[in-house]
């Protein structure tokens, strides 16, 4: 059964840092691996994709790796903002397109 | 383009009662899944749909029912409220080109259960 992996759970960080998020997972065979970001009591909102057969994407100040063969995957933050506080899941994509997600690591980005 | 657009927003039900939950995937997207948000078990998987089948269900009891319409747009009901069942129920779309693809979620809809 697949399981999913999140460290830290929370995280408090002031402005201007760059941070990496941790995720793990324990069966390798899957789609692709996807970050999300969730603000409270609001849906997920998607942040990047990677196949299975990537090692990472960019997308502006977000820069997220995969290595599949040991499970693990983490999401960089650059030069962090008050506005990226929030509640950020990874998900991996297995069988008939099911997401098994983490817990979710809170961030906080205090001025 | 629209999102995925989930409605309502917000439910409050009595236990025992009966609700239904209803979810538009974005235009073209024929891949509709289901997840359940609660602070305990975290996003828990309910069930897929794909071209109005059910491709595969997650592991919750039989009050938990789907089905989904020619047009993409698919519904969720849960019978027999309980109180366990509060949670933010949030669904998923995707396009043709199936896992490969990015799933794009809704807002949710908020269920109390009293």
């Known amino acids: 059964k697949q399981e999913v992996t999140q460290i830290p759970a929370a995280l408090s960080v002031p402005e201007g840092e760059n941070l990496v998020l941790n995720c793990s997972f324990t069966d390798s065979a899957i789609y692709n691996l996807q970050w999300f970001r969730q603000d409270p009591g609001k849906g997920l909102t998607s942040l990047l994709l990677?196949?299975?057969?990537?090692r990472e994407q960019t997308s502006g100040r977000l820069n997220a790796s995969l290595d599949k063969s040991s499970g693990r995957s983490t999401l960089y933050i650059a030069a962090s903002q008050p506005g990226d506080s929030a509640t950020y899941l990874c998900a991996v994509t297995e069988g008939a397109q099911k997401l098994v997600f983490g817990q979710g690591t809170r961030l906080t980005i205090n001025p | 383009k629209a999102g995925v657009t989930q409605t309502p927003r917000y439910l409050i039900k009595t236990r025992g009662q009966q609700v239904t939950l209803s979810c538009s995937p974005i235009s073209g997207h024929r891949s509709v899944s289901w997840y359940q948000q609660t602070p305990g078990q975290g996003l828990q998987f309910l069930f897929e749909y794909f071209s109005e089948t059910q491709r595969n269900k997650g592991n919750f009891p039989g009050r938990f029912s789907g089905r989904q319409f020619s047009n993409s747009r698919s519904e969720m009901n849960v019978s027999t409220l309980e109180l366990g069942d509060s949670a933010l129920y949030l669904c998923a779309s995707r396009g043709l080109q199936g896992p490969n693809t990015e799933a794009f979620f809704g807002q949710g809809t908020r269920l109390t259960v009293v």
């Open positions: 990677i196949q299975s057969s990537q």
